[in-house]
Structures are given as C-alpha cells and as structure tokens.
C-alpha cells in the first residue's frame, strides 16, 4: 500500500521548504513523478501511522535526507501510547456458584480407592501364569510390590 499522493505532496512541500534547492535539486533528471511515487510506494508502510513521519519531519537532519534516511527516521518515531481495555468484569453470582463447588469439594474427605499397584500385581500375575516377561519387567513388579526374592 503506498501513501496517498497529498500526503506525498505535503511532505515533498515540507523538506523543500526546510532544505530548499538541496533537496529539489537531489533527483537530478528523474522526474518528481517518478520520484513522489517511489517515495509513496516505499513509506506506505507508516500509511496507518502518519504520526511518525510528522515526528520524522519534526526532527529533520541537518543535511537534507535521501528516501532511506527519512524512512529510518519515521522508524525512530515513538510508538502511540494504547490504552489497554479495563478488565472483564466477572458476574458475581456465578463467582458465587464456582466458590461454592470448590469448597464443597474440599470440605469432602478425599476417599483414593486407586490401587496405584495395579499394574505392578497384573506383571506378577501374568509371570506367575507362565508368560515370558523381561528381566526388567520382572524386577519393577518385585521393587513396586517389595518382593525381595
């Protein structure tokens, strides 16, 4: 996306007013066509944030600035503060109904009828009923179930 051509005009307007003949005199034979497009084409990327090149304009080099000295310039500008959205507002009857659950759940004895063993028992089952196993699976059920032998 490149600049609108009146924002160009105005800027090409402006750093001829700041650097008179320096700058007007710097494209040589190329046209101002030519030279107001490639400028529009490659500042198109401040096109949602003209406020960096009006920072850049007020804050000019001493020596007049070729397209990627300005363009660095806008670069330099600072970022518009954003303001943050405030923060959702939670309704309070269901914060209520949540923080009823939570302590309702604590308020319960924790019952764990998970035998954490199992599989340690179904190892041993099935070396006991004759299936081949590997002499690490045959010492993690020993060592879970504390089988010393």
């Not at 804050?59 to 303001?83: G, H, T, V, W, Y």
């Not at 507002?89 to 998970?114: C, F, G, H, S, W």
Request: glycine letters at 4%; hydrophobic letters at 40%; a positive charge.
């Amino acid at each position: 996306m490149a600049l609108p051509t009146a924002a160009i005009d105005r800027l090409f307007d402006r750093l001829a007013m700041s650097y008179g003949t320096e700058f007007t005199n710097k494209w040589g034979t190329l046209g101002s066509a030519e030279v107001k497009s490639h400028w529009a084409h490659e500042l198109g990327i401040f096109v949602d944030n003209l406020q960096a090149i009006g920072w850049a304009l007020k804050n000019l080099p001493d020596r007049c600035p070729n397209l990627i000295e300005f363009k660095s310039l806008c670069r330099q500008a600072p970022r518009p503060d954003m303001k943050a959205l405030p923060p959702p507002r939670a309704n309070p009857e269901i914060v209520d109904k949540e923080l009823a659950k939570i302590v309702q759940k604590l308020a319960k004895p924790q019952t764990d009828n998970v035998d954490h063993k199992r599989w340690a028992k179904k190892l041993k089952q099935r070396h006991e009923n004759g299936e081949n196993l590997s002499m690490f699976q045959i010492k993690c059920y020993r060592d879970a179930l504390e089988l010393n032998t």
